[in-house]
């Protein structure tokens, strides 16, 4: 089945490590974004890629990286310089306009 | 820049009534909408979206939303609520660059 796959669902991280989440999808989509979710926050947009070997900051993208070097894939790499990495955080993908999203994956600095 | 406001944090309604679920949206231009909705600890599902057109759009799961450009509203109606429906319920707004800028939030309590 066509779709985005997120993991580790669940990943627990210790302060001053970085932490890398996959995302990889198979609808053939050229753009894919990352988001992260707070409790009454809503959705944050921390990175978007148009196309391969391209990426842009969304709003809140301190302490955050990622690549974009196949069409399918689009890490996030939660880095040590992020003051308050605990969130759902969301991937999604698009062809044409609405946003397609995966399962997320739960991070928890212990 | 665009952006949408969900004025209710949470929204009460019984089974069998129906439901509203409010957003107002302020844009430069022609706004794209849309609605999705998200069960406890999984992604995000589209719902419907506003491009053009008719005012009503009918979506998935017997959802609509009603487009007012006079009130820069797009609320999310359902006519009989199921207590399945009971989620947390974003409304989007596209911004340029082909990204979605959404609002806080709000939860959809049905109860039987």
């Known amino acids: 089945d066509g779709g985005i796959t997120q993991s580790p669902k669940y990943l627990f991280r210790k302060e001053g490590q970085n932490v890398t989440l996959s995302c990889e999808q198979n609808l053939n989509h050229d753009a894919m974004y990352w988001y992260r979710q707070d409790p009454g926050q809503g959705l944050r947009l921390i990175y978007y890629s148009q196309i391969v070997n391209d990426f842009q900051k969304g709003d809140i993208a301190e302490g955050y990286s990622v690549s974009r070097e196949k069409k399918e894939s689009f890490p996030l790499t939660v880095t040590s310089a992020q003051k308050n990495p605990t969130a759902f955080y969301l991937c999604?993908?698009?062809?044409?306009?609405?946003?397609?999203f995966g399962e997320g994956s739960r991070l928890t600095v212990l | 820049a665009q952006s949408v406001a969900q004025p209710e944090d949470q929204v009460n309604v019984a089974e069998g009534n129906p439901l509203t679920v409010k957003c107002t949206y302020s844009?430069?231009?022609?706004?794209?909408l849309f609605w999705y909705v998200q069960y406890p600890n999984r992604g995000l599902q589209f719902l419907l979206k506003?491009?053009?057109?008719?005012?009503l759009v009918k979506g998935s799961y017997g959802f609509e939303a009603e487009f007012n450009k006079s009130q820069t509203s797009f609320h999310l109606k359902k006519p009989s609520a199921l207590v399945s429906d009971s989620a947390l319920y974003f409304c989007?707004?596209?911004?340029?660059?082909?990204?979605?800028?959404f609002g806080a939030g709000t939860i959809l309590r049905v109860k039987s």
């Open positions: 989007a707004v596209r911004e340029y660059g082909n990204k979605l800028v």
């Open positions: 506003y491009i053009t057109g008719d005012n």
């Open positions: 844009v430069s231009g022609n706004p794209y």
């Open positions: 999604a993908s698009s062809l044409t306009g609405e946003l397609f």
